[in-house]
């Protein structure tokens, strides 16, 4: 057997950027696109892959910026259709993933996307996902770069619908929580954001194709021709409408409640309440602790499960800490169900080997609706083993532990208030039933996308036909 490991091949001129690490713009334009002109739409991937024609804007690679990032970046997501659009063979398009190649809308009740988050609830120009070929992303620090990138994108392609996104004061969205905290890191890749990241580090298979992955001897498949498409990832685009009043108003209700409860100092010890966010009522800190308790961390990043009773965090890690079956982290909360680290679960062989890549702006909100939430990109190697099985296994169904199973994520699920559950533990053991609560986060549209390889953008810019 070789003992050669992929991983010393790795190039990073070869993988776009924003994958690996983040660019920590402020601002983001998303462009739905639609390739209405082959071969306009051909010329413009193999302009912006060269990158030396001012016209057209150039592919942000991994390689060619060190911190801080080049003051445009720009990037592409090609969908399924878009591939079939510019002519990829059949023979090649029917190597693809089965998920991919359907596309989110058709994966929606596996994502958990009904109701009000159902497809045909989704805003244009989500509400026709056959026609958008390519989600392209242009980051700035300065909004007034995006016009321009935008008219230069237009001259190829069909804008089909523009998403705007931007970061939030310290580093946190809507719902009041410091996000991000949490990302895989990687070998060969410097990334000063994840210097004092003490958690271990993640192989390039998790986010690229080619490459090891956490489960020993396996490598997700990759699509023909394996040369040309070595170095891709999944992304999962997705728009995400955050409910705000409602989960406050419910972390009211529920503060109410509590505080009539025998066990609320199991809860939060008797005087606690001085040590939480600078010190506040009691009313006000047991909301605070439904908050942390579903996310699984305070609002502004301490880990619950390394401080329960105070949102302090003085010397604590934010990231180096793990799960037992003791903890006082609940098992369904939205970290320990995104991400159950080292912990015990019911499929052991999974910890630390469903990582995601997330990166994300926060829009709105709407000068008319007043609707805002999360641009989110999810990004993999593989949607099944890695995002589908995040998202309907974990997050939707519990599967990782007996404890939560057939309960949803409390602020990501997909919740009613006739069957919504979830337990607060309690310093004794004990737990604290809460019920009654809505859906917070509503999918308002989004695509399944490739994020090609630079080789790849090429060989796509050089069909014929």
């Not at 619908?161 to 310290?170: C, F, Q, S, W, Y």
């Amino acid at each position: 057997m070789s003992n050669i490991n992929p991983e010393d091949d790795f190039d990073a001129e070869k993988v776009q950027g924003n994958i690996l690490r983040g660019y920590k713009h402020n601002n983001v334009r998303h462009l739905m696109l639609e390739v209405t002109n082959r071969d306009a739409a051909r010329r413009f991937l193999a302009a912006s892959a060269d990158g030396t024609d001012k016209t057209v804007p150039r592919i942000t690679r991994s390689a060619n910026w060190a911190p801080p990032a080049p003051e445009v970046c720009f990037n592409i997501g090609i969908t399924f259709e878009g591939l079939r659009a510019l002519g990829l063979p059949a023979s090649e398009l029917a190597t693809f993933p089965t998920e991919y190649a359907e596309g989110m809308a058709k994966r929606a009740v596996k994502l958990g996307d009904f109701g009000d988050s159902a497809p045909e609830n989704w805003p244009s120009p989500f509400d026709q996902p056959d026609r958008i070929h390519i989600v392209a992303s242009v980051y700035s620090n300065d909004v007034d770069n995006f016009d321009p990138v935008e008219k230069q994108v237009a001259k190829a392609f069909t804008v089909l619908g523009v998403r705007e996104g931007r970061n939030l004061p310290d580093d946190k969205v809507f719902f009041g929580y410091r996000d991000s905290i949490s990302q895989p890191r990687f070998r060969h890749i410097f990334d000063p954001a994840m210097v004092n990241v003490d958690e271990p580090k993640d192989p390039l298979g998790t986010a690229l194709l080619g490459y090891p992955t956490h489960f020993e001897g396996v490598e997700f498949a990759i699509p023909e021709p394996k040369e040309v498409f070595h170095d891709c990832s999944f992304n999962a685009f997705r728009v995400l409408q955050q409910k705000t009043d409602a989960f406050e108003t419910y972390l009211s209700e529920a503060a109410t409640k509590l505080e009539k409860h025998p066990k609320q100092f199991e809860l939060l010890p008797e005087g606690a309440e001085a040590s939480i966010c600078g010190g506040m009522s009691r009313h006000d800190a047991l909301r605070e602790v439904v908050a942390a308790q579903m996310c699984g961390r305070w609002r502004n990043g301490t880990p619950y499960e390394l401080s329960p009773n105070s949102d302090e965090r003085g010397d604590l890690s934010l990231t180096n800490y793990d799960y037992t079956l003791t903890s006082r982290c609940p098992a369904g909360s939205h970290m320990r169900r995104a991400n159950p680290r080292g912990g015990p679960i019911v499929q052991r062989v999974s910890n630390y080997s469903r990582r995601i890549v997330r990166r994300g702006m926060s829009y709105g909100p709407d000068p008319e609706t007043g609707e805002h939430g999360l641009l989110g990109n999810f990004i993999g190697a593989n949607y099944g083993a890695q995002f589908e099985a995040v998202m309907c296994d974990w997050i939707n169904f519990g599967l990782q532990d007996p404890r939560i199973t057939g309960t949803n994520d409390p602020l990501l699920g997909a919740n009613v208030p006739e069957t919504s559950a979830f337990e607060l533990t309690l310093r004794d053991g004990g737990h604290i039933r809460l019920s009654g609560f809505p859906r917070f986060v509503i999918t308002r549209g989004g695509a399944y996308t490739m994020l090609p390889s630079l080789p790849a953008i090429r060989y796509l810019a050089q069909l014929s036909g």
